[in-house]
């Protein structure tokens, strides 16, 4: 009512909106609310007192002070949480690149791992058919499949 002081009194007509629960959870709150509505019901309307507000032009102009230097205290806080921002943003780009990249190099490596398979297959095959050709011909050509074994 401090606050209103200046619009309570005289003519006016005050009208108060009190919202409760029928939670549980939130008895306390709608008991306190209920508390300060009868309050405000027995209250007193009547002319509007006038009092010296005690408040001197000097400590104005420092609450004033104070309050700009609060008001630029956050448009740097605002700034630096941009340029935060900002960073956490080109931060997470760079993340997605080096997923990216990873993933790339990871398909390129089971391509790799499968040519390497199959050159490995392709290499026991051969051994098998050099034994097999070795059996057959135990006797000729012996000195070119040993040249094809140690190239093998």
Same mark, same amino acid.
């Given at each position: 009512?401090?606050?209103?002081?200046?619009?309570? #009194?005289?003519?006016?007509?005050?009208?108060?909106?009190?919202?409760?629960?029928?939670?549980?959870?939130?008895?306390?709150?709608?008991?306190?609310?209920?508390?300060?509505?009868?309050?405000?019901?027995?209250?007193?309307?009547?002319?509007?007192? !006038?009092?010296?507000?005690?408040? !001197?032009?000097?400590?104005?102009?420092?609450?004033?002070?104070?309050?700009?230097?609060?008001?630029?205290?956050?448009?740097?806080?605002?700034?630096?949480?941009?340029? $935060?921002?900002?960073? &956490?943003?080109? $931060?997470?780009?760079?993340?997605?690149?080096?997923? @990216? @990249?990873?993933?790339?190099?990871? #398909?390129?490596?089971?391509?790799?791992?499968?040519?390497?398979?199959?050159?490995?297959?392709?290499?026991?095959?051969?051994?098998?058919?050099?034994?097999?050709?070795?059996?057959?011909?135990?006797?000729? &050509?012996?000195?070119?499949?040993?040249?094809?074994?140690?190239?093998?």
């Amino acid at each position: 009512t401090f606050f209103l002081q200046d619009s309570l #009194g005289g003519d006016s007509k005050v009208l108060m909106i009190v919202c409760v629960s029928c939670e549980e959870d939130n008895s306390n709150e709608t008991l306190c609310s209920l508390n300060f509505a009868a309050r405000a019901r027995n209250a007193q309307l009547g002319p509007a007192k !006038s009092k010296a507000s005690g408040v !001197s032009d000097a400590k104005l102009r420092e609450r004033e002070r104070e309050l700009e230097a609060s008001r630029e205290a956050v448009r740097k806080m605002e700034v630096a949480k941009e340029e $935060h921002d900002a960073a &956490d943003a080109s $931060h997470e780009k760079a993340r997605a690149a080096l997923v @990216e @990249e990873v993933e790339e190099l990871r #398909g390129e490596r089971r391509i790799q791992l499968k040519k390497m398979e199959e050159q490995q297959r392709l290499a026991a095959q051969l051994r098998v058919q050099l034994a097999s050709a070795r059996e057959e011909a135990p006797y000729s &050509d012996v000195g070119l499949l040993d040249v094809l074994e140690e190239d093998g």
